[in-house]
Structure formats: C-alpha cells, structure tokens
C-alpha cells in the first residue's frame, strides 16, 4: 500500500487527508514537487535535485477548516457513543499498539521514504522506526494510569468532589522533518492516547514519510475524523499556519522545529489564546572534566556532532574541556572526528546556512581543528571542529550561539567547573547537554546547575528515552514529551463537586 495518488498527468502525488479519506485533487495547480534527496550519488549531468520524485497537494484555508470541522467532529460525535474524547482506555490502547506493530512491519516503506526525502543515512532512518515503535508502545502503556482522575476531601460537609482528567480537544500537531517518523508518530500517539483529535500539517519536505504514518494509524482502524493531515507550499506556509492555529475548533499546538519559526508559532497561540508545546532548536554542549574517559568522550562528541549531518536539535554543537586535559582530548577529537561520514544535508539552503557559519568564524581567524568551511560532497559540508575562545561574544561571531545545523562543534579550554557551567549556561537555548566524567557525585551536581531540560553523563547529546521526560528550557521551547508527561500535556482537569442535601 501506499499514500501515493496519480493526477491526470500520471505524475504521483501525495494526497490530503480529511475523515478518513484521501481529497480528490480538484486542480493540478495545487501540485508541489518534492525533489530527489540522492542528488549526491546522482550520475546524470544535471543535478537530481531538480528532477521531482513526487508531488504534494498544497492545501487551501478552506481544506484547512475542513480538516478542523472533521477533527471537532470526531472528538465530539455522540453517535460513536461520545465521540473519541470518551472512547475506552482499552479501545485507544489495543489500536495504539495495533499501529505500532503495523509500523514496525512497514519499515521498509518507512525507511525508503525518509531516505529519498530527507537525505537521511539508512543508520538514522532505521533508527528513527525503533525509537518510535517504542515510544509508542510505552504511551500505550501509560493511558490508565495518566487518565486516573481524584476524590479529593473537600472542607463543606455534605458536599463530594471529583477531579476528571479529560482531553483538551482537537489538536494541530506540526511535525518537522529531520526525524520525521518519530517526532510525528510521537505527537500523534500521544494525543490520541489522552483522548484528542488531530490535524497533522505535515511538511513539505517529507509529506510521503509523513502520509505513511497517518496510512499506518488508518490500517490499524482509526476512526474516520480522528487523524487528519494537510501539507501546503512554503509560500503558503503562514497564511495556512494561521489559519489552523486560529480555527476555533483547535484548542491546542505542538510544534517541534526552529526557534524562529518557533517565536511565529508561538505568537500565533498566543494571539488566538492557544496553549502550545514547543521543542526548538539547541546549542546543545558537551562538557569533559578532567577524570573523563577521554577516549569515549571524544568518540561521543564526534559522533554527536556530525550524526545526520548535524540536523538534529540535540546535536553536539559545543564541546567545552577543561584546560589540564585539553590537548589530550583535543588530539583524541580531532581523530574521531576524521573518521565520521559526514553525509548531506536534506537540501542545499541548509547546508549553505551551516557553511556560512562556518565561513564567519574562518573569516575572523578562527582556527579549525579538522575540516573546514567547505563542501565535501554535492550538500554536504566537510565535519569540522573549530577552536573558539571562551570570552567570546556570541555577538561577534556567529557559532558562539547560532544553531548551524551541520556536521560542526566549536571547541572551548575553561580552567574549572565554576567557567565550564557558566560558558554552558550562556547560551539563549536550553535543551540537552552532557557531562563526561567518572566522578557521580561531581557530575551530579554540575548537572543541577546547567540551564538545560535532560542533562546525561557519559553519553552522546542526542539521547532520549521512551520512559523519561523530553523538552527544553530558555529558547529551547517549554513543555514535556515522552511517556506521561506527554499524555498530560494533551489533558485539563475538571472539578466537579455534588453537594448533598445536607450541605446547606
């Protein structure tokens, strides 16, 4: 099976999704190509960068309301008995991980598609199918106990209380598409499970990978209404982006992406008074203290930062070293960085980003450790370690504190704890770091003081886990994912007391 449709031309497109149905295409102008993301290992004398692969139906604002109409719909339609917001615990559960093993069983699918859309190594795609098989089985897990309302004791005699855990609504969920099964199929579960509807707005980049997924949750028996999915042209990005966020039958936003797009995101919600769960960019550092394994911090820190090209927000974009150990880490770095792939970036606007970032530290003297500001395949920027000075301000050079989003890290030498916490702390984002020591309590107690939502020892930056919380603080975004904390995120409490007749 496949989302795909064929327009009259023939040429393969991906469809909306509204009520359990793929929109017929009504005008072929509507039709955005996605373009082949293997433009690298492409042999033909004009870039396959230009050829389509697919297509993509662009929605309209009036496809919009009716993928909102639909979602409102399905949340309150009294003919299923109450709609989906009072479908049984068991009935969310048993399809939940019906989806995941059907998505599990279509991984090949999955992965072929995050491939030729998003430029991804097989390694990050295959990836991407584990974590989200898990993390959906565990959100499955959680629903009883996350959706437990309370009696609390209440001081008026006569009078009984109750505390409901209930759905906050249709929800628009916008995914990005650096991971792009995991990041949605996350969302999506959760919502689900807590007993919302959804209007996914996929991207553009990935609709196919992303219309795959809405497919999966379908074959599992989804009600139709429950998951709806839209993708519209970046040239209509914002008048469609508003439009959705305003609908008065969404009553909350997740969005994971950038930090520009974020504060655009962000204003809308709160123009149109919208809750909104954000994860946004990072600037995410690696600390390495002086009884560190130096070997495998420098192995983690290069990995962590050139994995997928550097496009993830938990990648390692700041390694900071404490000075009695830094020419030994330094030369350990410097190898382990020679020895990773660099890859390519998901199109060439991303990778020229991160060059000039690159370029600008070059420009002002900046010395590079290994690589450079320069392609090393068609998109893909050679891995790079710059040295920067730890006084330097993020205002005069730009990779002191601007996410490149490339297979890069700037490398700082502090004198102490006390310099490295304060140099990891300043930094407008605040999503993930590590420390790499042997010394638990030490390690411990630095991690209480860094500015960031998930701190891990001995590890690489870009590390979650299905059972624990994920999200930033600062201008990472705010807001929990994973397990219950993700659950409660797409639920509101409501108070209802019965008061008897002796309660005056």
């Not at 109450?82 to 998505?103: E, Q």
């Not at 098989?133 to 009078?159: D, N, Q, W």
């Not at 410097?334 to 792939?341: Q, S």
């Not at 990472?476 to 219950?484: E, F, H, I, T, V």
Request: with cysteine; glycine share 8%.
């Amino acid at each position: 099976m496949s989302p795909l449709q064929k327009d009259p031309q023939g040429r393969p497109f991906v469809p909306l999704f509204i009520n359990g149905q793929p929109v017929p295409l009504d005008d072929s102008s509507r039709l955005f190509p996605v373009h082949s993301a293997l433009s690298s290992s492409s042999s033909s004398s004009s870039s396959a960068e230009d050829q389509p692969i697919h297509y993509y139906a662009s929605a309209s604002p009036s496809h919009c309301a009716r993928a909102c109409e639909a979602a409102w719909s399905a949340f309150n339609n009294p003919i299923s008995g109450g709609g989906w917001k009072r479908s049984p615990v068991t009935t969310r559960r048993a399809l939940l991980l019906r989806a995941a093993d059907l998505l599990e069983s279509r991984a090949d699918d999955l992965i072929a598609a995050q491939i030729r859309e998003t430029r991804c190594q097989r390694a990050w795609a295959q990836t991407n199918i584990a974590l989200t098989v898990g993390y959906m089985r565990e959100i499955a897990s959680r629903i009883s106990s996350v959706l437990a309302g309370e009696i609390p004791t209440i001081e008026k005699e006569g009078t009984f209380a109750f505390v409901f855990r209930e759905p906050v609504g249709p929800v628009l969920v916008i995914p990005p598409w650096n991971a792009a099964v995991v990041l949605a199929t996350r969302a999506v579960t959760s919502a689900l499970a807590a007993g919302c509807t959804v209007v996914l707005k996929s991207s553009e980049l990935c609709p196919l990978t992303h219309g795959l997924i809405v497919e999966v949750f379908h074959q599992a028996g989804l009600p139709p209404g429950v998951l709806n999915s839209v993708q519209c042209a970046r040239a209509d990005a914002e008048v469609v982006t508003e439009g959705l966020v305003g609908d008065e039958r969404i009553r909350k936003v997740e969005f994971i992406g950038s930090a520009a797009v974020g504060r655009k995101v962000a204003g809308l919600a709160a123009k149109y008074l919208k809750p909104v769960l954000m994860e946004l960019g990072g600037k995410c550092p690696a600390i390495v203290l002086d009884d560190a394994d130096l070997e495998k911090a420098a192995m983690l820190c290069a990995k962590g930062a050139v994995l997928h090209h550097g496009q993830i927000c938990f990648s390692t974009e700041r390694i900071i070293v404490l000075k009695s150990v830094a020419q030994r880490f330094q030369d350990l770095l410097v190898k382990a960085v020679a020895n990773e792939p660099g890859g390519t970036a998901v199109h060439s606007g991303i990778a020229e980003k991160a060059q000039s970032i690159l370029q600008d530290a070059k420009d002002h003297g900046n010395e590079f450790l290994v690589g450079g500001p320069e392609m090393a395949v068609e998109n893909g920027l050679k891995p790079s370690i710059v040295l920067v000075d730890p006084k330097t301000n993020k205002d005069d050079l730009k990779i002191v504190d601007e996410e490149t989003f490339g297979p890069s890290a700037s490398l700082y030498v502090v004198e102490d704890d006390a310099e490295a916490i304060q140099l990891a702390n300043r930094s407008a984002y605040g999503l993930n770091a590590t420390i790499h020591s042997n010394n638990m309590e030490r390690a411990l107690k630095m991690g209480r003081e860094l500015e960031y939502g998930q701190v891990h020892v001995n590890s690489i930056t870009v590390f979650t886990s299905w059972t624990g919380p994920q999200g930033g603080v600062k201008g990472s975004g705010w807001g929990r994912q994973n397990a219950r904390w993700g659950m409660e995120e797409f639920l509101q409490e409501k108070f209802i007391t019965y008061h008897g007749k002796d309660s005056g």
